[in-house]
């Protein structure tokens, strides 16, 4: 892989837990790379598989989607209902051969400052090493070029 | 009297007598081997119905059309078990209330029909019991281990391939009892979750759209397999889904008409070993 | 004496055509699915097929196809249009109804405005039509007055020989002539005979069926009503079907860029005709099925002097309810009069 | 067409330091729909939102991104700012690019880059903000207080004599809690029945407080201002309203044996009892599993016995009752570690090595041994006694982690009340450190040093075991860096406090939040210390982390203000980020109605101009619904969507990503 490829990577985290806790990693001024981009919802049950699609589809090469531990959630049980959901959605993108390395899954509280910072490090660690997902990024590709014949 | 005649001669007396408003079962196809879905109103025309081991569709698909329940009159129609279990689906999600269905039920054993016995829904509750038991036809089964063992390379460029055939004709949704939705999730357009344009990021989006708005939903009756007209494997994906919930959540769609959807409960223990 | 080409010439032939610039297309069995896709030799070809799942359709009117590119800024929206490439192609091995398809639908694309997308594919493009050997229970060219061996469409007609050495050869336009010409070595005079063609029965008349669907009256015939309830609106008839040809324009992309798109649309679906209000003139299936028929049948006739089907019979053969219109233009032709 | 400010915010040097805020404005200006951009040094400070508010004015500005710190920090600030210029307060985005951005990252080129994206996805996002209006809740005000120990009863208190109902909920047949267990406190030395029962008896006599002993919380719904809560009522088998407490049916009791929870065993009680002679109410229960009429279905002696008709009535049920709440105050107090897990210590083995709480029954006047100290094996008093703190507390490998607040001065205590007890007694303390912070209370530690003779050896035991009717106690004493070894007659082990065992499933029904061991969470630990995280429900007392009694009741004070606080309005405001349904396309699946977690949603019927039942659709209740998004997630047909996170607004911020 060459050296420089910077993964671009798109979180889904719930305002109360991981939000707070990438809040806290910023306050702590703990480092983490760059690469990541957060989009905020009132609760991990909000997040529909259709965001992580979406982010496929403008180039993600790696989607995280965190919220509360469970017993934590803010809404008390958004977080259980989402677990459900990505337990199956995660195997339907396996199954289609949709890396289940590229979706991870966290519970970060607000007091993980640090798991979050370690966790956007790891992620962007292990993206780099996977590389681009040209496959998924190769069908947007198709979509802006005029048919061959 | 064999099975066919019998059931029509019930069909025809519920009609005349009233009970029902329309008996949905099967009539004589455009080719020999062809069964085609057939209404009958008045007792003439049940004498119409046909059923042998050719009527293989679920019917249950009808009975979700635009209206044809919301008048609280009741219907007859002939279910296999996929069909029952589909029913009971649509009556855990509050499409069918279970007092306006009478079914005809049968099953296809070696080639022959053995009528079920029972009316109403609560009659058939040891056919969802077998679900459970049920084993995935094996040539499905087999498809799907072998698209495990692939990479997931290997597996993206086989659902590639499989999915750029796809020409968003929606078959697959409009043949499944499930998709009873007045406005699929594909023709909203503000916002355009999933592109209306056949291309192959837009067919993979469709597809697994469906698929996971059938997760824990699905009675595995085929339909839309069949409907396909570019024969994508559609019952792979299904199968796989289904897997999931039975695994990870101990979940038989369609087991009774009281269950839980799956993705709208949870358990507190529910697994998590991928969660990070 | 007739020209004939052997088999064991076809893959010559093939090379022969890409020499000549050519890509050839031709049926294929890939993926589960029987369409037209581009071979190199002759064993990629599945000719033995009555007829593909996919039509030829699909290389003149694809179900997307790009049509203006943009770029939003924060004054201007810059736009560049998207144009099929000029590519010549040969289709080796159509059926008859399926280029007959591509004939009934010229007038369309033609007729107010001249769609250069469809236009510059079909200049681009020579037909090599085979004439049946074999029909199904769907069959119906001759219903539509057809037949297994119209050349109707074609640039070069083929006729398989009794003896499945090969076919007869016959260019049938300017064009076929022309094609012809780049690989006459390879083609050979013979006194062979060629297979009978089969006979597809007439299934419906469709005189009579014009005639009644002509009539105001039976406009609101409770007809359609019982003839369409099985229909469950899915689009597989229309997107199978070698004449239809309904599409819309869509623009897809995010918040910088997209691509106006005109994609495969069909009077199956509800939407087709929903308008913005949330009212539906065509609010039931019932009306959506009498549509295609009407259009088919009726209002196509009126404009452009022909009927917009050409008996292919894949509506019916795929049909996930048996339906099709077959079985509706039988029931027209046998209603009491 | 949108007309969107962007303010980009160099939070002194906290933002622009690493973020290229020239470039971020330069971009930003060039990105579609945004009409003004500029940068200010704090845009939180009064020049900086005069100039946000000028530039809506002037602009007439349709959305608002301020790039600046989190929203959790100044998104209210400039939602206020907003809404003073004219503007909806939620046309309002909040790019955070000082916590998500400067802050964390050390490439200048990289952060600019990140702080660009997200600054536009969000213009994105706010383009497609709609007008809210904040949604106006009744507050329901009356109070639950749960749990009857000194921090619930003086919540309760406190509440009910601000002239607000509470409905206070005990488990136990009689309120009082740990404290009514205890003999004197530290570190006045007053007796805890005499400061106890006076409050405990107000409790119950109070106009605005209604006591439900023996009861428990079945089950929370609702919200703030708007909470139902059901209650289960134990069947006691004794009327309450009936018993005068004359205490006979106890007396003829035949069941006599049964070791009573309320003195650590040390003692017996009944099958009918009150667990001590204050109880308030002073009405008794019978124990299910040890009455012989329940066991054998024969005896009824105090039936018999009792004066009263019907007032012990063998067929009671459990009765349920449900009450509107407006807030919560949770006060369930702790247990006790099970310090058997310590085999080295010998508890449970020896009948003489006991607990600290079973110590104070000991020097209880109203214990088992009406206040004096003797060994439970043989009812003679002990000569010396080794104390062994942090018996579970502060040993990550076998207790819990946490220091238990209260063992050290409970201790000291317990060494000066045997040396008032036992003049020649000996009290010999291993300990870890000696905490002793708060009012009074290290000179208290010294007077039993110092002036109770209360020997301290810094230490921990390695050993104990028995020899010769003696405890021998081996340890080591880390000052001298000398094995120690002690005969003593009774071992007293400062047993960690942990949480009641049932908090984690009582969290779960209140909805709140809890630690890793099962204290529950507070919304914050320095800021809001008596909030949960779960608006109108509060937290007091040891239920939250070990306390003592100062601190309890301090806190339950404080909850108690929150309440009243609350309970000051008749309506409540809130955010209006709630879901909708869309009639026209839900089609009635009802999943999102089986998957809110409020129970916000309901079911209405869609009819014709004639009456007739068209459809089914889903209907959210504004006032119950917090804002989740579940049932938006759920809905197949997007057929719900949710105020300020909408589908379209995420999309767009997807989109622009």
């Given at each position: 892989m060459s050296e420089s490829f910077e993964p671009k990577i798109v979180a889904f985290v719930c305002t109360y837990c991981t939000y707070a806790g990438a809040d806290l990693a910023g306050t702590s001024r703990l480092k983490y790379a760059p690469n990541v981009r957060i989009v905020r919802l009132p609760c991990t049950g909000r997040i529909s598989p259709m965001f992580i699609l979406k982010a496929l589809q403008k180039g993600a090469d790696s989607v995280l989607v965190s919220g509360c531990h469970p017993g934590d959630c803010h809404f008390a049980a958004g977080n259980y209902h989402a677990r459900r959901r990505w337990t199956v959605f995660r195997a339907l993108l396996a199954f289609t051969g949709i890396p289940e390395e590229r979706i991870r899954f966290s519970w970060v509280s607000a007091a993980e400052g640090a798991k979050f910072a370690d966790l956007i490090n790891e992620i962007t660690e292990d993206t780099k090493k996977l590389g681009p997902f040209t496959q998924y990024q190769e069908l947007q590709k198709v979509i802006e070029t005029q048919s061959s014949y | 009297m064999g099975i066919q005649e019998q059931y029509r001669s019930e069909?025809?007396?519920l009609l005349s007598s009233g009970e029902v408003k329309l008996v949905i079962g099967f009539g004589p196809g455009s080719t020999a081997d062809r069964r085609r879905p057939l209404f009958a109103r008045t007792?003439?025309?049940?004498?119409?119905?046909?059923?042998?081991?050719?009527?293989?569709?679920?019917?249950?698909?009808?009975?979700?059309?635009?209206?044809?329940?919301?008048?609280?009159?009741?219907?007859?129609?002939?279910?296999?078990?996929?069909g029952i279990r589909s029913l009971n689906i649509l009556v855990s999600e509050c499409q069918v209330k279970p007092e306006q269905v009478v079914i005809f039920g049968y099953a296809i054993e070696n080639n022959e029909i053995r009528p079920l016995s029972g009316r109403s829904i609560g009659d058939f509750a040891e056919i969802g019991s077998k679900i459970r038991t049920a084993t995935p036809p094996p040539a499905v089964q087999k498809e799907a281990e072998r698209l495990e063992a692939m990479s997931p390379a290997e597996r993206f460029e086989f659902w590639k391939e499989q999915f750029s055939k796809c020409i968003k004709c929606y078959a697959c949704r409009q043949a499944c009892p499930m998709c009873y939705c007045r406005r699929c999730i594909v023709d909203v357009n503000q916002p355009q979750w999933v592109s209306t344009s056949s291309h192959t990021l837009g067919n993979f989006e469709w597809n697994l759209v469906r698929a996971f708005h059938l997760a824990g939903r699905c009675a595995a009756c085929g339909a839309c397999d069949r409907a396909c007209p570019v024969n994508i494997p559609l019952r792979l994906i299904n199968y796989r889904m289904g897997k999931e919930v039975k695994e990870a959540f101990d979940y038989h769609a369609g087991e009774s008409s009281d269950q839980k959807p799956v993705l709208a409960s949870f358990s507190q223990d529910d697994p998590e070993t991928f969660i990070l | 004496m007739t020209r004939i080409l052997p088999k064991n010439k076809l893959d010559d032939c093939i090379a022969a055509w890409q020499k000549a610039g050519y890509s050839v297309l031709a049926p294929v069995q890939r993926h589960d699915m029987s369409s037209f896709d581009e071979v190199q030799k002759a064993s990629d070809m599945a000719l033995d097929l009555i007829l593909t799942e996919r039509t030829i359709k699909d290389h003149f009117f694809p179900q997307t196809e790009p049509l203006i590119k943009y770029k939003i800024s924060k004054h201007d929206i810059d736009s560049e249009t998207m144009t099929p490439p000029d590519k010549k192609r040969i289709f080796f091995g159509v059926r008859p109804c399926d280029a007959s398809g591509l004939a009934i639908d010229d007038p369309l694309f033609g007729w107010d405005y001249k769609d250069d997308y469809w236009f510059r594919r079909r200049n681009n493009s020579v037909i090599v039509t085979i004439a049946c050997a074999e029909a199904d229970d769907f069959c119906m060219c001759t219903s539509v007055k057809l037949s297994p061996d119209s050349t109707k469409g074609a640039d070069v007609m083929l006729r398989p020989l009794a003896s499945g050495n090969g076919w007869q050869i016959e260019a049938v336009s300017e064009r076929g002539?022309?094609?012809?010409?780049?690989?006459?070595?390879?083609?050979?005079?013979?006194?062979?005979?060629?297979?009978?063609?089969?006979?597809?029965?007439?299934?419906?008349?469709?005189?009579?069926?014009?005639e009644w669907l002509a009539d105001p009256a039976n406009f609101e015939s409770q007809f359609w009503k019982d003839i369409s309830m099985r229909c469950i609106g899915c689009g597989s008839c229309t997107f199978l079907c070698p004449t239809c040809h309904c599409f819309d324009i869509q623009d897809e992309g995010d918040t910088y860029q997209g691509i106006r798109r005109k994609n495969w649309d069909s009077c199956s679906f509800a939407l087709f005709t929903m308008h913005t209000s949330g009212h539906n003139p065509r609010n039931a299936q019932s009306t959506r099925w009498r549509q295609r028929i009407m259009h088919k049948f009726n209002y196509y006739q009126g404009k452009f002097g022909v009927n917009s089907c050409s008996g292919c019979g894949r509506c019916t053969r795929q049909c996930p309810v048996d339906m099709g219109i077959t079985e509706t233009l039988q029931?027209?032709?046998?209603l009491p009069r | 067409m949108a007309k969107i400010g962007v303010f980009v915010c160099h939070c002194g040097e906290n933002i622009a330091s690493m973020v290229d805020t020239a470039t971020l404005v330069r971009k930003i200006s060039e990105h579609p729909g945004v009409e003004v951009c500029t940068e200010y040094k704090y845009f939180c400070s009064d020049p900086g939102q005069e100039t946000v508010k000028r530039a809506i004015r002037e602009n007439n500005l349709t959305g608002v991104v301020v790039a600046a710190c989190s929203p959790r920090m100044h998104e209210t600030t400039f939602r206020k700012a907003c809404a003073e210029a004219g503007l909806n307060p939620y046309m309002l985005e909040m790019a955070n690019i000082r916590e998500h951005c400067s802050w964390v990252h050390s490439d200048k080129e990289k952060a600019t880059e990140k702080a660009i994206e997200i600054t536009r996805s969000l213009v994105e996002k706010v383009k497609r903000n709609n007008d809210l209006k904040p949604i106006s809740v009744p507050v329901t005000r009356r109070a639950l207080v749960i749990g009857g120990g000194i921090a619930g009863i003086q919540a309760a208190l406190d509440i009910a004599g601000a002239g607000r109902e509470v409905i206070l909920v005990e488990r136990e047949p009689s309120i009082g809690g740990h404290m009514s267990q205890l003999s004197e406190t530290f570190p006045t030395l007053d007796c805890s029945q005499c400061i106890l029962t006076p409050r405990m008896v107000e409790a119950i006599q109070h106009p605005n407080i209604k006591v439900l002993t023996y009861s428990e919380v079945e089950s929370v719904d609702g919200y703030i201002g708007n909470f139902k809560v059901k209650i289960r009522k134990k069947a006691r088998y004794v009327d309450i309203n009936k018993c005068t407490g004359c205490g006979d049916c106890i007396q003829k009791c035949p069941v006599k044996k049964i070791p009573s929870e309320f003195e650590c065993g040390l003692?017996?009680?009944?099958?009918?009892?009150?667990?001590?002679?204050?109880?308030?109410?002073?009405?008794?229960?019978?124990?299910?599993?040890?009455?012989t009429y329940f066991k054998n279905g024969k005896c009824k002696i105090c039936q018999k016995t009792c004066q009263i008709e019907n007032c012990i009535d063998f067929e009671m049920q459990d009765t349920f009752e449900e009450y509107e709440i407006g807030a919560i105050v949770v006060a369930t107090g702790f247990q006790i570690q099970d310090t058997s897990l310590y085999g080295e210590y010998g508890y449970g083995k020896y009948k003489d090595v006991i607990t600290g709480l079973s110590f104070e029954r000991l020097a209880s006047a109203s214990g088992p041994t009406s206040g004096k100290i003797l060994r439970p094996s043989d009812g003679k008093e002990p000569e010396t006694i080794v104390f062994i703190q942090c018996a579970g507390s502060r040993d990550p490998s076998k207790g819990v982690k946490y220091c238990s607040k209260i063992c050290c001065m409970y201790t000291a205590k317990h060494a000066m009340l045997f040396a008032h007890k036992n003049h020649h007694g000996r009290s010999q303390i291993f300990y870890m450190d000696i905490r002793a912070a708060g009012k009074g209370y290290d000179e208290f530690t010294r007077r039993a040093i110092e002036e109770d003779g209360a020997e301290y050896l810094r230490g921990r035991v390695s050993k104990l075991y028995e020899e010769n009717g003696k405890l021998i106690v081996r340890g080591v004493d880390s000052l001298l860096g000398k094995p120690v070894e002690v005969a003593a007659d009774m071992v007293v082990l400062a047993t960690a406090i942990v949480p009641q065992p049932d908090a984690k499933e009582t969290a779960k029904k209140i909805g709140i939040g809890y630690d890793e061991y099962g204290f529950y969470n507070e919304a914050h630990l320095k800021l809001r210390p008596v909030e949960t995280a779960t608006a109108g429900i509060y937290l007091c007392g040891a239920c939250q982390s070990p306390k003592d009694i100062p601190d309890s009741v301090a806190q339950a004070s404080a909850a108690a203000a929150k309440v009243i606080g609350l309970f000051s309005r008749e309506q409540l405001e809130r955010e209006p980020v709630v879901a909708g349904v869309n009639d026209a396309t839900c089609a009635?699946?009802?999943g999102c109605i089986m998957a809110c977690p409020y129970n916000a949603i309901d079911v209405r019927d869609i009819n014709d101009r004639n009456g007739n039942l068209i459809k089914q659709v889903a209907d959210v209740n504004p006032g119950l619904c917090q804002g989740c998004g579940t049932c938006v997630t759920f809905c197949r047909s997007n057929s719900i969507d949710l105020a300020g996170f909408t589908e379209k607004q995420i999309f767009a911020e997807v989109m622009a990503l």
């Open positions: - | 069909a025809a007396a007792p003439e025309e049940a004498e119409k119905l046909v059923l042998d081991p050719a009527c293989i569709s679920n019917l249950t698909t009808y009975l979700v059309a635009g209206g044809l329940l919301s008048d609280g009159k009741k219907v007859a129609i002939f279910l296999k078990p996929d | 002539t022309a094609l012809l010409d780049t690989v006459s070595p390879l083609l050979q005079e013979s006194s062979d005979q060629a297979a009978p063609v089969p006979q597809v029965a007439e299934k419906f008349d469709v005189e009579k069926v014009m029931a027209i032709t046998n | 003692g017996n009680r009944t099958a009918i009892y009150t667990p001590f002679a204050q109880a308030v109410p002073n009405v008794p229960v019978i124990d299910t599993t040890r009455c009635g699946c009802q």
